[in-house]
Protein backbone atom coordinates (compact mmCIF):
# COMPACT_ATOMS: atom_id res chain seq x y z
CA UNK A 1 0.00 0.00 0.00
CA UNK A 2 1.50 3.44 -0.59
CA UNK A 3 0.16 6.94 -0.02
CA UNK A 4 -3.38 7.22 2.34
CA UNK A 5 -5.52 4.62 2.42
CA UNK A 6 -9.03 4.31 4.37
CA UNK A 7 -11.77 1.84 4.91
CA UNK A 8 -14.49 1.59 4.48
CA UNK A 9 -14.56 3.22 1.06
CA UNK A 10 -18.78 3.49 1.74
CA UNK A 11 -20.92 3.00 4.90
CA UNK A 12 -24.60 3.13 5.54
CA UNK A 13 -25.52 3.41 9.54
CA UNK A 14 -28.38 3.82 11.42
CA UNK A 15 -28.46 6.43 14.00
CA UNK A 16 -28.16 3.94 16.93
CA UNK A 17 -24.94 2.27 15.46
CA UNK A 18 -21.84 2.20 16.37
CA UNK A 19 -18.78 2.24 13.77
CA UNK A 20 -15.90 3.21 13.40
CA UNK A 21 -14.07 4.94 10.39
CA UNK A 22 -9.93 3.65 9.76
CA UNK A 23 -6.92 5.77 8.00
CA UNK A 24 -3.40 4.54 7.79
CA UNK A 25 -0.84 6.69 6.11
CA UNK A 26 2.64 5.25 4.74
CA UNK A 27 4.46 8.16 4.00
CA UNK A 28 6.38 8.53 7.25
CA UNK A 29 4.30 11.43 8.04
CA UNK A 30 3.62 12.33 11.92
CA UNK A 31 0.58 14.60 11.89
CA UNK A 32 -2.55 13.00 10.79
CA UNK A 33 -6.08 14.95 10.35
CA UNK A 34 -9.78 13.95 9.67
CA UNK A 35 -11.88 16.72 7.77
CA UNK A 36 -15.70 16.07 6.92
CA UNK A 37 -16.78 16.96 3.29
CA UNK A 38 -20.29 17.72 2.62
CA UNK A 39 -21.99 18.87 -0.62
CA UNK A 40 -21.45 22.90 -1.56
CA UNK A 41 -19.35 23.68 1.38
CA UNK A 42 -15.73 23.94 2.51
CA UNK A 43 -13.95 21.23 4.10
CA UNK A 44 -14.05 21.35 7.51
CA UNK A 45 -11.39 20.13 9.89
CA UNK A 46 -12.50 17.88 12.76
CA UNK A 47 -9.27 16.64 14.22
CA UNK A 48 -5.16 17.08 14.21
CA UNK A 49 -2.70 15.06 15.68
CA UNK A 50 0.75 15.67 15.87
CA UNK A 51 3.10 13.22 17.30
CA UNK A 52 0.35 11.15 18.37
CA UNK A 53 -1.04 14.22 20.59
CA UNK A 54 -4.27 15.57 19.81
CA UNK A 55 -3.93 19.44 19.07
CA UNK A 56 -7.11 20.76 17.70
CA UNK A 57 -10.69 19.33 18.30
CA UNK A 58 -12.43 21.80 16.23
CA UNK A 59 -15.82 21.96 18.22
CA UNK A 60 -16.63 18.49 17.19
CA UNK A 61 -19.51 16.42 18.58
CA UNK A 62 -18.97 13.99 21.57
CA UNK A 63 -20.81 11.19 19.24
CA UNK A 64 -17.21 11.83 16.65
CA UNK A 65 -14.37 10.18 18.71
CA UNK A 66 -10.98 9.76 17.21
CA UNK A 67 -8.04 7.67 18.24
CA UNK A 68 -4.97 7.59 17.40
CA UNK A 69 -2.87 4.47 18.70
CA UNK A 70 0.58 5.56 16.53
CA UNK A 71 2.06 7.42 13.86
CA UNK A 72 0.59 5.93 10.98
CA UNK A 73 -2.66 5.06 12.45
CA UNK A 74 -5.70 7.11 13.00
CA UNK A 75 -9.59 6.19 13.83
CA UNK A 76 -13.10 7.93 13.91
CA UNK A 77 -15.08 5.94 16.34
CA UNK A 78 -19.26 6.96 14.98
CA UNK A 79 -22.17 6.36 17.58
CA UNK A 80 -25.62 7.86 17.33
CA UNK A 81 -25.17 9.88 14.57
CA UNK A 82 -27.78 11.65 13.14
CA UNK A 83 -28.81 12.08 9.46
CA UNK A 84 -27.01 15.18 8.77
CA UNK A 85 -23.74 13.85 9.91
CA UNK A 86 -24.04 12.42 6.23
CA UNK A 87 -20.65 13.38 4.32
CA UNK A 88 -17.39 12.34 2.88
CA UNK A 89 -15.43 11.71 5.71
CA UNK A 90 -11.46 12.31 4.51
CA UNK A 91 -8.16 11.60 6.34
CA UNK A 92 -4.79 13.59 5.80
CA UNK A 93 -1.22 13.25 6.85
CA UNK A 94 1.82 15.32 7.00
CA UNK A 95 4.77 16.20 8.59
CA UNK A 96 4.49 17.86 11.72
CA UNK A 97 4.88 22.42 11.31
CA UNK A 98 3.97 21.56 7.57
CA UNK A 99 0.63 22.11 5.82
CA UNK A 100 1.38 20.01 2.82
CA UNK A 101 -1.32 17.83 3.84
CA UNK A 102 -2.17 14.55 1.32
CA UNK A 103 -5.05 13.16 1.42
CA UNK A 104 -6.97 9.39 1.53
CA UNK A 105 -9.79 8.40 -0.87
CA UNK A 106 -12.85 9.01 2.08
CA UNK A 107 -15.28 6.96 3.56
CA UNK A 108 -18.64 8.53 2.35
CA UNK A 109 -20.65 7.70 5.27
CA UNK A 110 -25.02 7.92 5.00
CA UNK A 111 -26.57 8.21 8.30
CA UNK A 112 -30.01 6.60 7.72
CA UNK B 1 -12.88 36.68 10.19
CA UNK B 2 -10.64 34.76 7.91
CA UNK B 3 -12.36 34.01 4.76
CA UNK B 4 -11.00 32.49 1.15
CA UNK B 5 -13.17 32.78 -1.86
CA UNK B 6 -12.73 31.25 -5.07
CA UNK B 7 -14.22 31.84 -8.22
CA UNK B 8 -16.23 30.86 -10.39
CA UNK B 9 -17.82 28.16 -8.94
CA UNK B 10 -17.63 26.35 -11.91
CA UNK B 11 -16.25 26.59 -15.22
CA UNK B 12 -17.03 24.81 -18.51
CA UNK B 13 -14.18 25.21 -20.87
CA UNK B 14 -13.22 23.76 -24.99
CA UNK B 15 -10.62 21.53 -25.28
CA UNK B 16 -7.46 24.14 -25.44
CA UNK B 17 -9.33 26.61 -24.36
CA UNK B 18 -6.91 29.06 -21.53
CA UNK B 19 -8.26 30.19 -18.48
CA UNK B 20 -7.48 31.00 -15.23
CA UNK B 21 -9.31 30.11 -11.30
CA UNK B 22 -9.11 32.68 -8.62
CA UNK B 23 -8.41 31.71 -4.89
CA UNK B 24 -9.04 35.16 -2.76
CA UNK B 25 -8.05 35.75 0.75
CA UNK B 26 -8.83 38.21 3.54
CA UNK B 27 -6.37 36.71 6.34
CA UNK B 28 -4.13 38.22 8.95
CA UNK B 29 -0.83 36.79 8.52
CA UNK B 30 -0.80 34.39 5.54
CA UNK B 31 1.91 31.89 6.13
CA UNK B 32 1.22 29.80 2.94
CA UNK B 33 -1.22 28.83 0.40
CA UNK B 34 -2.23 25.29 -1.30
CA UNK B 35 -4.00 24.28 -4.07
CA UNK B 36 -5.31 20.81 -4.50
CA UNK B 37 -7.52 18.85 -7.29
CA UNK B 38 -9.94 16.67 -6.49
CA UNK B 39 -11.64 14.27 -8.99
CA UNK B 40 -14.92 12.83 -7.96
CA UNK B 41 -15.11 10.11 -5.47
CA UNK B 42 -11.18 10.55 -4.56
CA UNK B 43 -9.62 12.74 -1.88
CA UNK B 44 -7.84 16.04 -2.66
CA UNK B 45 -4.21 15.56 -4.16
CA UNK B 46 -1.82 18.38 -3.37
CA UNK B 47 -0.80 20.29 -6.13
CA UNK B 48 1.28 23.37 -5.09
CA UNK B 49 2.24 25.37 -2.06
CA UNK B 50 3.26 29.21 -2.51
CA UNK B 51 4.51 31.40 0.01
CA UNK B 52 4.76 35.06 -0.74
CA UNK B 53 3.65 37.43 -3.06
CA UNK B 54 5.31 36.73 -7.01
CA UNK B 55 5.71 33.31 -6.08
CA UNK B 56 5.03 31.16 -9.33
CA UNK B 57 4.98 27.48 -9.37
CA UNK B 58 4.03 25.15 -13.00
CA UNK B 59 3.03 21.70 -13.31
CA UNK B 60 2.24 20.47 -17.11
CA UNK B 61 -0.73 22.34 -17.63
CA UNK B 62 -1.56 24.80 -14.29
CA UNK B 63 0.65 27.49 -13.34
CA UNK B 64 -0.21 29.10 -9.62
CA UNK B 65 0.48 32.58 -8.62
CA UNK B 66 0.76 34.85 -5.52
CA UNK B 67 -0.31 37.67 -4.70
CA UNK B 68 -0.59 39.74 -1.60
CA UNK B 69 -4.73 39.46 -2.05
CA UNK B 70 -5.20 36.36 -4.07
CA UNK B 71 -3.85 33.36 -5.98
CA UNK B 72 -4.73 32.38 -9.64
CA UNK B 73 -4.25 28.87 -11.25
CA UNK B 74 -3.82 29.30 -14.72
CA UNK B 75 -4.70 26.26 -17.07
CA UNK B 76 -3.01 26.31 -20.50
CA UNK B 77 -4.61 25.04 -22.93
CA UNK B 78 -6.46 22.44 -20.94
CA UNK B 79 -7.28 18.85 -22.01
CA UNK B 80 -10.71 16.92 -20.94
CA UNK B 81 -8.05 14.99 -18.34
CA UNK B 82 -7.99 18.34 -16.22
CA UNK B 83 -11.44 18.26 -15.81
CA UNK B 84 -11.63 18.16 -11.54
CA UNK B 85 -12.70 20.50 -8.87
CA UNK B 86 -9.50 22.82 -7.93
CA UNK B 87 -9.81 23.92 -3.69
CA UNK B 88 -7.93 26.46 -2.23
CA UNK B 89 -6.55 26.29 1.21
CA UNK B 90 -4.10 29.10 3.24
CA UNK B 91 -2.61 28.61 6.78
CA UNK B 92 -1.89 31.54 8.67
CA UNK B 93 0.71 32.39 11.36
CA UNK B 94 -0.33 30.92 14.50
CA UNK B 95 -2.76 28.36 13.58
CA UNK B 96 -2.69 24.36 13.35
CA UNK B 97 -5.29 24.14 10.63
CA UNK B 98 -5.34 24.94 7.01
CA UNK B 99 -9.13 27.17 5.88
CA UNK B 100 -10.40 25.81 2.75
CA UNK B 101 -12.46 27.42 -0.14
CA UNK B 102 -15.61 25.98 -1.66
CA UNK B 103 -13.48 25.05 -4.76
CA UNK B 104 -13.74 25.53 -8.62
CA UNK B 105 -15.05 22.67 -10.77
CA UNK B 106 -13.78 22.89 -14.22
CA UNK B 107 -15.34 20.66 -16.90
CA UNK B 108 -13.39 20.67 -20.18
CA UNK B 109 -14.80 19.54 -23.26
CA UNK B 110 -13.49 17.48 -25.98
Known amino acids: ETGVTQTPRHLVMGMTNKKSLKCEQH?????MYWYKQSAKKPLELMFV???????ENNSVPSRFSPECPNSSHLFLHLHTLQPEDSALYLC???????????FGPGTRLTVT | EDQVTQSPEALRLQEGESSSLNCSYT??????LFWYRQDPGKGPEFLFT???AGEEKEKERLKATLTKKESFLHITAPKPEDSATYLC???????????FGKGNQVVVIP
Open chain 1, 92 to 102: ASSQAGSYEQY
Open chain 1, 27 to 31: LGHNA
Open chain 1, 49 to 55: YSLEERV
Open chain 2, 27 to 32: VSGLRG
Open chain 2, 50 to 52: LYS
Open chain 2, 89 to 99: AVQIYGNNRLA
